[in-house]
């Protein structure tokens, strides 16, 4: 009996270790501005892998509005890669007007390098009145962002890529 626990705790092990080396990777903080009536998606390499809104912080309703106008709370995601090598990453945000219902949708995208062990820290920020931009921060600046009391924190992606 003792022969089988050892041999299995072994497999175990050894399963163990081959799943971590599998995705073990590259860890990239994603944070998201405190938006009106946007929806927010996350893309990687082209695939949709999750949304991005955070709850709803304030709402403004008024007789000649089709929907209340909302403003979303700021928030980040924390992503896992499981593999080295250059990934696109993209957000979508489709803006819907709230006096017309008419959707406007915007793009910011960016490649990524992905090294094993490496943390990248990436702003969504505005780019001018219409349009929108992937920043890479600093480790200062991520951190800081990162302690940020009032900023939500969205459920970890983990995003390892078998066709690789």
Request: glycine letters at 6%.
């Amino acid at each position: 009996m003792k022969k089988i626990s050892k041999r299995l705790t072994v497999v175990i092990a050894v399963l163990l270790t081959a799943a971590l080396s599998l995705c073990a990777g590259t860890t990239v903080y994603l944070f998201v501005p405190a938006l009106g009536n946007m929806d927010v998606t996350l893309l990687i390499d082209g695939e949709e892998v999750c949304d991005l809104n955070t709850p709803v912080g304030k709402t403004t309703n008024f007789h000649t509005f089709k929907i209340p106008s909302t403003q979303s709370k700021k928030g980040w995601v924390e992503i896992e890669f499981g593999q080295e090598g250059k990934v696109l990453l993209a957000v979508s945000l489709v803006y819907t007007n709230f006096l017309n219902l008419e959707k406007s949708t915007f793009q910011a995208e960016t490649q990524l390098d992905l090294v094993d062990g490496e943390t990248i820290y990436v702003d969504l920020a505005r780019k001018g009145w219409n349009d929108c931009q992937l920043k890479f921060l600093d480790e200062k600046k991520g951190a800081k962002k990162l302690a940020d009391k009032k900023a939500f924190r969205l459920p970890k992606v983990e995003y390892c890529n078998e066709n690789e």
